[in-house]
């Protein structure tokens, strides 16, 4: 009775395994589940059937176990699969590069929100962690709406949703539970401004950024505020607040991602315009107006160390008391690197080649890593920073009748010639005083 089920078992075995047609009825992943079939099948014993008599009930429960063992290593094999089938198609619809990328400027942020030596490293992990989620969330919706544009590009039709490795319904779940995740994240493990900040600018990547690249080439604006967000988001959840010092690096991530998108849009033009977005590239064959916006917003770049160093020396800003976020040499550190970018981009604009839009794009690649590098490297302690009245030994006293004469000078100059002094339009408005 035994022998003949296993029998009946083997030979099914060894026809799925002979079987060389492929099951039409398979899902894309039956590549990692094949192996379920393909286990050698053991040769059946060729002595004959009395010497196997012999051995009576006795062999019975060995050819049992045996059986079991293979069809449960079949399930471990599948199941083993299976889970690295969705944890690539997860890793590809994150864009998990680019989201660690996000999460390096996050946590930099953070870094320089604490303002003293003490980080909180628990703090740290929670603030990387929530933007690592909200930034996979949001990639994860920008493939989803993006479905039929990236079937049309040789970049992007090997994704998960346009290749058919995964269904719609499955990604949009999957976003929507690390979309939640992590703005609950931060909310409970860091502070509210954190979380809305995080969600505010998975709105605007999503739901504004993303069908803004079929419409507009504004789009490319529009993502550079969304890249310079997460360092903001870094430095609320350290210090839960925003000031002038936490403008800084969203400040260089603006301007840097204009440069790096210019270069990216000239070299994979072709393929945007078979995509069907309105990149500035696709209006600009020769490439001359991008490279000339990517070196305008190259210079932009150039006050950044000093304002680092100096807040008050470069904002209008004296009414509040302003400390100095790096030391100098930061200054000299960032100009140098803020220069060999704008030489890339006079590079591209005098040529407007392809191996010249190359280069800028890889020194784009460069700039940023080190330029946080420095910031971190350079960035003055709590026990170091002193308000700058107060390290020019002025009083309580003095220092307000310097606010208020700092006012009554701002009133008497005029409105344009005032704000001209802040080339930065996120920045806060100026207020106005009557003298």
Known sequence: MN????????????LSSSSSSPNPRLIPWSRELCAVNTFPQPPLSSEPTAKLAISGAGSDPNRV?????VAATSRIAAAAGLGQHYGRCYWELSKARLSMLVVATSGTGY???TGNGAVDLAGLCYTCAGTMMIAASANSLNQIFEISNDAKMKRTMRRPLPSGRMSVPHAVAWATIAGASGACLLATKTNMMAAGLASANLVLYAFVYTPLKQLHPVNTWVGAVV?????????AAASGEISYNSMILPAALYFWQIPHFMALAHLCRDDYAAGGYKMLSLFDPSGKRIAAVALRNC??????????YDCESFLPCGFISVWGLTSSWFCLE????????AATAFSFYRHGTMEKARKMFHASLLFLPVFMSGLLIHRV???????LLEAAGL?????????TQRRKKRAAQAPVAYASAAPFPFLPAPSFYSP
Do not use: C, H
């Open 334 to 341: 960032s100009t140098l690197l803020t220069m060999a970018i």
């Open 3 to 14: 022998t003949s089920a296993v029998s009946r078992f083997s030979s099914r075995i060894s």
């Open 299 to 308: 210079f932009y770049m150039v006050p950044l160390g000093f304002i680092a």
């Open 111 to 113: 870094i320089l929100g």
């Open 395 to 403: 009083s309580n006293s003095a220092s307000s009748e310097v606010k």
């Open 381 to 387: 302690y709590d026990e170091d920073k002193q308000p």
């Open 65 to 69: 176990l045996s059986s079991s063992a």
């Open 227 to 235: 890249g310079a967000i997460p360092p903001l988001l870094g430095w």
